[in-house]
């Protein structure tokens, strides 16, 4: 087993004309890891990821793939990756599993082995029954998994999902969540990017938040929140503009942080001592409140004053 | 250069063309009977002989180099910007360890067994209509292949460059076109203005379709032959090199 981590970011600049994607970005990703990529739409992650599947290629900076320095080594990088992209691409010309079967050819899986690697395809995506259909004729979720099992045709040891869940119902969500799981479980160095909260709580080892095409901090999502977020736990209250500002002078008074955020007024309490002391301020105006752990939205808008959309 | 990555993209192509073979073969055999209809019986009837054949020989030749441009350039542009743009396959084969390279040398060669195949019938209808054939026009079927490669390639080539789709009749109106008429396909060069005569000589069409007359009808000397071949020879490697240049820059920010 190399020591080199599956990747690793030298003050990577990424610009298009005018507008700087990624701005200076550095890290690793060491092996074995799920690794988060946590922003809105538009902090470079997808930029990033092309920059490791060779789609792009920084302006400065280096940009390494299990120790293969990207551009040169693009092709080894390629054959070592497998990428689930944002913008679903499934040949809708084809079957489910000629897509399969065109991609293990594209991705040179040896002749021998390619007819399993297409039916473990089809049985990773649950999609043996659909394996003969059209992919024009798929649900979202089934067309997602099978993006998802297309990348695992070629055994690779660095998966990429770009935004995997992005526009599927919680339910649907939850199933690609266990299929990640099980990318997991086999060993891989997953990146993930996602501008889902409980996507990168949920799923990651280690998280980085990025905005701007900068790196505002990086580490497992428990420390974050330890890290940023005073309190374990948030009382949002909701409810219209004067009762939101009530709350917050009271919680002022007795030296509670507070934020507003939308629709609601978010106090930073500690577990159970908190609550009966938020609830101690206006009974009145807690009529609509929900109580939760702190979690990385909570970080996201410590670091950068906005939410995370 | 991954051969087999070219064979994946071809293996992709043999995929789609076996769920849609009927109505592609059905465009290949209609297009060149219509062409022989109307210009050579309808405009056969006002001429006998042109350069030296009979005008339906003249034209049934013709016909069969104006399908390899449009089978070989139409999927090259058409399909080419929107497998860019739209349904993102470029991206996914690209992402896979191929290169611009092969995706465009797949894509090219299977293009070119469709045009091989397509002049294959254009001789058969035009034997079926009279048109006696030399056995050299199985020659033929490799200047159909080249060509198309060739054709397809400059219809990828423009196709990396387009916007928007708007943008295809710039290249259909300003370098199909153009081809199509000044090639002698329908009527001879020979009597063209001289102005006329150096573009219609670097116009590959020109070439494709002189080399079907030197096979199907062995006319021409040697060395017009040996000129043909080299210009369009010289046409496909531009024309490929053209479409990885200009699809990479397209693809690689």
Redesign the interface.
Same mark, same amino acid.
């Given at each position: 087993m190399s020591s080199t981590p599956a990747i690793r970011l030298r003050d990577v600049v990424?610009r298009?004309g005018p507008l700087t994607a990624v701005d200076g970005l550095t890290f690793d990703v060491e092996r074995g890891l799920c690794f988060g990529l946590l922003g809105p739409n538009g902090a470079g992650k997808s930029t990033l990821m092309?920059l490791l599947?060779?789609?792009?290629?920084a302006d400065a900076g280096s940009v390494e793939v299990l120790g293969l320095a990207m551009?040169d080594r693009s092709?080894?990088v390629?054959?070592r990756c497998g =990428?689930s992209?944002q913008? /679903?691409?499934l /040949? /809708?010309?084809?079957t489910c599993r000629?897509n399969l079967?065109? !991609?293990a050819? =594209? !991705?040179?899986v040896a002749r021998e082995i390619r007819a399993d690697a297409v039916d473990r395809g089809l049985r990773l995506a649950r999609l043996q029954d659909r394996a003969d259909n059209s992919c024009e004729t798929l649900s979202g979720g089934m067309r997602r998994r099978l993006l998802i099992a297309r990348a695992l045709l070629h055994d690779p040891e660095v998966v990429l999902l770009d935004e995997p869940t992005v526009g599927l119902d919680p339910q649907i969500r939850q199933q690609l969540w266990q299929q990640i799981d099980e990318i997991r479980t086999a060993g891989k160095t997953i990146v993930l990017t996602t501008h889902y909260i409980e996507e990168a709580e949920r799923l990651c080892d280690l998280v980085a938040i990025v905005h701007h095409g900068r790196l505002l901090d990086l580490g497992p999502p428990r420390d974050l929140i330890v890290r940023h977020i005073a309190s374990r736990s948030v009382v949002e209250v909701y409810g219209d503009d004067p009762t939101k500002r009530r709350i917050a002078e009271a919680a002022d008074g007795r030296g509670i942080v507070h934020r507003r955020a939308g629709t609601s007024v978010a106090l930073f309490v500690d577990e159970l001592d908190g609550l009966a002391e938020v609830a101690s301020l206006r009974p009145g105006d807690l009529d609509h409140h929900l109580v939760r752990p702190a979690n990385l939205e909570d970080v996201f808008v410590d670091l950068t004053g906005q939410d995370l959309g | 250069m991954r051969w087999d990555a070219v064979g994946a993209v071809i293996f992709r192509e043999w995929l789609v063309f076996r769920q849609v073979w009927n109505s592609v073969m059905f465009g290949s055999v209609v297009e060149p009977v219509i062409y022989l209809l109307a210009f050579g019986y309808g405009f056969g009837a006002l001429v006998s002989q042109v350069a030296g054949i009979p005008y339906l020989d003249f034209m049934a030749t013709g016909s069969a180099a104006i399908s390899v441009l449009f089978t070989g350039m139409f999927p090259g542009l058409i399909n080419g910007y929107f497998r860019r743009k739209e349904s993102h396959l470029y991206d996914g084969i690209l992402a896979a360890p191929v290169n611009v390279a092969e995706l465009v040398t797949g894509e090219a060669a299977w293009t070119g067994l469709r045009t091989t195949s397509v002049a294959a019938i254009t001789m058969v209808v035009a034997a079926i209509f009279g048109v006696s054939l030399e056995p050299t026009v199985v020659l033929a079927l490799p200047v159909g292949f080249v060509g198309g490669f060739g054709f397809n390639c400059l219809g990828a080539a423009f196709a990396s460059r387009l916007r928007s789709t708007h943008q295809f009749d710039f290249v259909i109106a300003g370098v199909v076109v153009p081809m199509f008429v000044v090639a002698g396909t329908f009527f001879p060069l020979d009597d063209a203005p001289a102005w006329l005569r150096w573009p219609a000589m670097m116009n590959p069409l020109t070439h494709t379709t002189d080399l079907f007359r030197a096979a199907a009808f062995q006319v021409g000397t040697v060395g017009e032959i040996a000129i043909s071949l080299a210009v369009l020879l010289g046409f496909v490697a531009f024309a490929w090199w053209l479409a990885v240049r200009w699809l990479t820059d397209a693809m690689v920010d």
């Open positions: 990424k298009f092309r599947t060779g789609g792009a290629i551009p092709r080894e390629r054959a =990428l992209p913008t /679903d691409n /040949d /809708d010309e084809l000629d079967e065109v !991609y050819r =594209l !991705y040179g | -």
